[in-house]
């Protein structure tokens, strides 16, 4: 159980385009999903907390018009990075975690490489 | 604010030794603490957390930490290392639900 997926798990962009990266609960229903950002060797790092039905609560220093999160439904979160430049290139993991928990349940994590 | 300190960014130990990762906590109200596993190009996977109640929490594969509140740590233990315990290790507290992490530990294991 508390199975989390992520898709894509890698994709490649050039710069300026947007990309979607999806984010589903499989066997739960998430009421909060969360996204973060890991650089190479180093830490995850939050960007935002999202409930479902309401806004994404952003970290400081994350830009909320760059980095859209949509939590639509109880187990199905997206993040799209628009206007993406090589700076954006990360390791993008999502997390989700049921009413009542305490506890995070990871996705795999989907590879951005902006060109 | 709560926040982590890992001690230690990387562990060598040989096939069948003690394991140790140290792990020491800040936190202004009594901690939810967590170790996760991330083995290369993956998401996290939970190896065990503690909330309240017994101080010594036993997960999965092995390992097991010690909530030790008047050392504010959280040293995760693991009594023999396998080949497979390879893998990157990361201590978090909660805050609100909202997890700060560590900065990681690398676990290397010398057959």
């Known amino acids: 159980g508390a199975v989390v997926s992520q898709h894509p798990s890698r994709v490649i962009c050039k710069s300026g385009t947007s990309v979607k990266i999806e984010c589903r609960s499989l066997?739960?229903?998430?009421?909060?999903m969360f996204w973060y950002r890991q650089f190479p060797k180093q830490s995850l790092m939050l960007m935002a907390t999202s409930n479902e039905g309401s806004k994404a609560t952003y970290e400081q220093g994350v830009e909320k018009d760059k980095f859209l999160i949509n939590h639509a439904s109880l187990t199905l979160s997206t993040l799209t990075v628009t206007s993406a430049h090589p700076e954006d290139s990360s390791f993008y993991i999502c997390?989700?975690?049921?009413?009542?928990?305490?506890?995070?349940?990871f996705g795999p994590g989907t590879r951005l490489t902006v060109l | 604010a709560q926040s982590v300190t890992q001690l230690g960014s990387h562990v060598s130990v040989s096939e069948g030794a003690l394991v140790l990762l140290r792990c020491n906590y800040s936190?202004?109200?009594?901690?939810?603490l967590f170790w996760y596993v991330q083995y290369p190009n993956q998401g996290l996977q939970l190896l065990l957390k503690?909330?309240?109640?017994?101080?010594l929490v036993k997960g999965i594969n092995g390992f097991e930490a010690e909530f030790k509140k008047s050392e504010t740590s959280f040293h995760l233990t693991k009594p023999s290392a396998h080949m497979s315990d390879a893998a990157e290790y990361f201590c978090a507290v909660s805050d609100n639900y909202k997890l700060s992490f560590g900065a990681g530990t690398t676990v290397t294991v010398r057959a």
């Open positions: 936190s202004s109200v009594p901690p939810y």
């Open positions: 503690y909330t309240t109640g017994a101080t």
């Open positions: 066997d739960f229903q998430a009421t909060t």
């Open positions: 997390s989700a975690m049921t009413g009542g928990t305490d506890t995070q349940y």
